[in-house]
């Protein structure tokens, strides 16, 4: 149990475009899911969490108009890049907190995110 | 800024050895988490150590937490070519529930 996906795993674009990235919890339910950015050989840098219902609280330093997150469900949060450009490549991983069990987080496999 | 730092950031040692890396921590915690991350893949949990625990075991696995020192260690025992991986330390604070703030990790290699 406790498995989190992220779709797709690897994405390619234009510079300029935007991309959605997705974030399931499959087998529970996360009032909480937060998104990391991790560039190469580097550790994971909390960009934004993400709650039910409720706007996305970011941290400092990340724009919040360019990082899109919504968390329609309590199972789906999206981050949307936009206007993509080759410094946002990175690799993004998110995480869904259980509702019952608030000190776990379960980490998605994360999305290898490549800006041409 | 990340709240963890880590040392050695890097550690190369042979089947069979134990490898132990450290992560240190500047302000209060909830817990510290220790994660696996192989080459280009998400986050493995290992083990939560909470702020009034001082050691836990996890199969091969042993951490230890000195709060007074802000600082965790995190043991291998015996290990495996599989083990190879970066190795990060997390902590949860008491103002900011739930955001963990990784260290810079420890990149280990264990040779057969």
């Known amino acids: 149990g406790a498995v989190v996906s992220q779709h797709p795993s690897r994405v390619i674009c234009k510079s300029g475009t935007s991309v959605k990235i997705e974030c399931r919890s499959l087998?529970?339910?996360?009032?909480?899911m937060f998104w990391y950015r991790q560039f190469p050989k580097q550790s994971l840098m909390l960009m934004a969490t993400s709650n039910e219902g409720s706007k996305a609280t970011y941290e400092q330093g990340v724009e919040k108009d360019k990082f899109l997150i919504n968390h329609a469900s309590l199972t789906l949060s999206t981050l949307t890049v936009t206007s993509a450009h080759p410094e946002d490549s990175s690799f993004y991983i998110c995480?869904?907190?259980?509702?019952?069990?608030?000190?776990?987080?379960?980490f998605g496999p994360g999305t290898r995110l490549t800006v041409l | 800024s990340q709240q963890g730092e880590e040392d050695p950031q890097a550690l190369s040692i042979q089947e069979g050895e134990n490898a132990t890396m450290n992560c240190s921590y500047k302000t209060s915690i909830n817990n510290l988490q220790w994660y696996r991350q192989n080459s280009g893949r998400g986050l493995v949990h290992l083990i939560l150590?909470?702020?009034?625990?001082r050691e836990k075991h996890s199969g091969r696995l042993r951490v230890t937490l000195d709060t007074s020192k802000k600082s965790s260690s995190l043991l291998i025992t015996a290990s495996r070519a599989a083990d190879t991986a970066s190795y990060f330390c997390a902590t949860d604070t008491p103002d900011s529930w739930g955001k963990l703030q990784f260290g810079a990790g420890t990149q280990v290699v264990v040779t057969p």
């Open positions: 995480s869904a907190s259980p509702i019952k069990f608030t000190d776990t987080q379960y």
């Open positions: 150590i909470r702020s009034n625990e």
């Open positions: 087998d529970f339910q996360a009032t909480t």
